[in-house]
């Protein structure tokens, strides 16, 4: 199953944040990594040159069709043109239902209100406003470095240090907020579309001919099991045989028929009993938890 | 071995209906809810509950890694759309000018009044160092904008410049240039602003600045009253609208500075959001300008005229932002 890409479970903990819904009940939402949101912005990156490159295309089209006649219209389209997707095409995607824009979509990620209240307009035009400086300005410093426009080189590094300092904003604080973030309270959060597929615990399948005892079913927690879901879930034959093999050495059991149904048994046994104990009001966290 | 059956059977009881409300919110984020029909529309909040509590019962009976978690997406999705408050485009459109606009506008008066100041101690300085030394005329202006107007050209030129418009057929697409350069200068005015608020003050002292090298160079040809003209008919909406531009950058400068009572962060946040509105209104604002600079001015030619317009918009803005109005209930 897909946890937060390329997270351990306990670094995922640490971008947890606390959102508590009226009903009483705290959501635990997953804050995006940096690289989940640069991902995300590369993305939106390339689909707005190439939204550019295309405009520009049909322009010229556009004036060679009209044999240069049509040159007011084609140039005011494109320049507003230009200057809607530059400023635009975020605040509009963000304002929509799914509050996310193409890039942010396919990454899985949302913007969300700091507050948990509703996301407003004036924040997303706050925090996009904000690429102005975090964005735009570094690259027109770049922009003049290679046009040779006569800017030191002083300059041009000043310029490098600032972007610098904007770009891994995000990368120096907790919450992994950019400074258009910081100003409109705002945070980008983990949601992907997640589908629920079948219940490991079938209880029939593969119980078959193992038996496991007290001591063993003690020798690991929650950490352990919900790994072991992930190894079973995922199916990959090596990752199940090293597995296997772990535990077989530590209970000192010998060759099994299948990898697979040892697993599921052991599986099916360790969380029958962890979810008994959780009854009792003991949750064993992992297996250094006496 | 014999499990518990309770919490096998929260996903054979609920799962049905946990599907369906994952069915209904990805219809209304893919389309609008204007695509469910009644009975789901009623069931939306039921599902979302019945979700929350079945989150509840699993955190703490169920070890199924991967039910808790899709639970725990489904109903922060169903929870976002829910408790998001949507209105039609139009209202929210309505509500924006009848109300929001001003009041963003309103609400950033002090900010308004230090902009303005700055912006005005820039012309002033800028005439009298023009006047004394014309030499700081281009430390003032850059050759670019100058476009041949400095102290060495004669009087019939800078008259010229003044009534001439550019050739008539490119007005329109001159008005855009103007209109989304002024805008991306006035985006940027308002995002310096986080600087603690000094190079937004340093942009407007300098807009002023140049401003006043202008008015040095013509007055000094006696020819005040007809630049006066030729700026007024669209200064009175653009210098307005970068003064907006700046008093929202100030005014997120000195929240970040002196956040009050409230934590650094959060008093930049309110401040940003307040401004923003306003921001969107002084991109408007710009817009109306290109097309007064765009076309009023290249098409009208009389002092007089120029002179009326100018005011008359200015007026309207005045009006518009500042002129009390009833409170509206709720």
Known sequence: ?290 | MNAPSSFRGLRAEREEEWRRLDALVSLCEKKSPRALSDDDLMALPILYRSALSSLSVARETSLDLELVTYLEHLCARAYFFLYGVRTSPGARLRQFFANDWPAAVRGLGRETLIALALLLVGTIAGYLLVSSQPEYFSAFVPGELANGRDFSASRETLLNSLYSGKEQDGLAVFATYLFTHNAQVAIFCFALGFAFGIPTALLLAYTGAMLGAFLALYGGHGLGLQLGGWLIIHGSTELFAIVLAGAGGLRIGWSVVFPGAASRLAAASVAGRGAATAMVGVVLMLIAAGLLEGFGRQLIVDDAVRYAIGLTMMLLWLVYFYAPRRRRNG
């Open chain 1, 1 to 290: 199953m897909a946890r937060t890409a390329g997270l351990a479970p306990r670094d995922e903990a640490a971008m947890r944040r606390r959102l508590v819904t009226p009903e009483g009940v705290d959501l635990g939402l997953t804050l995006a990594t940096a690289s989940q949101r640069m991902t995300a912005f590369m993305l939106d990156a390339v689909i707005m040159i190439v939204v550019l490159i295309a405009m520009t295309l049909i322009a010229v089209f556009g004036l060679f069709a009209t044999g240069g006649g049509g040159m007011q219209i084609v140039a005011i389209t494109w320049l507003l043109g230009f200057f809607l997707l530059r400023n635009f095409y975020f605040i509009l995607m963000e304002m929509g239902p799914r509050a996310a824009t193409f890039g942010k979509r396919v990454a899985g990620l949302r913007v969300v209100a700091r507050d948990g209240g509703r996301l407003t307009a004036d924040a997303v035009i706050a925090r996009n406003l904000m690429r102005e400086i975090e964005v735009y300005l570094p690259l027109s410093f770049l922009g003049y470095e290679a046009a040779g426009d006569g800017v030191d080189t002083l300059t041009t590094l000043l310029g490098l240090g600032w972007a610098g300092i904007f770009l891994f904003f995000p990368a120096f604080n907790r919450d992994r907020l950019r400074i258009g973030d910081l100003l409109a309270g705002t945070w980008v959060i983990n949601a992907p579309k997640r589908s629920l597929s079948f219940d490991l615990m079938r209880g029939t399948a593969a119980s078959g001919g193992y038996q496991f005892t007290e001591e063993q079913l003690d020798a690991y927690g929650i950490y352990e099991l919900q790994t072991l879901e992930q190894v079973l879930r995922t199916g990959d034959y090596d990752s199940m045989a090293a597995v296997a093999i772990t535990i077989r050495d530590k209970f000192g059991i010998g060759e099994v028929d299948s990898n697979e149904a040892f697993l599921n048994a052991y599986y099916e046994a360790l969380r029958t009993r962890l979810e008994r104990k959780l009854l009792f009001g003991r949750r064993r966290v992992d297996k250094f938890d006496r």
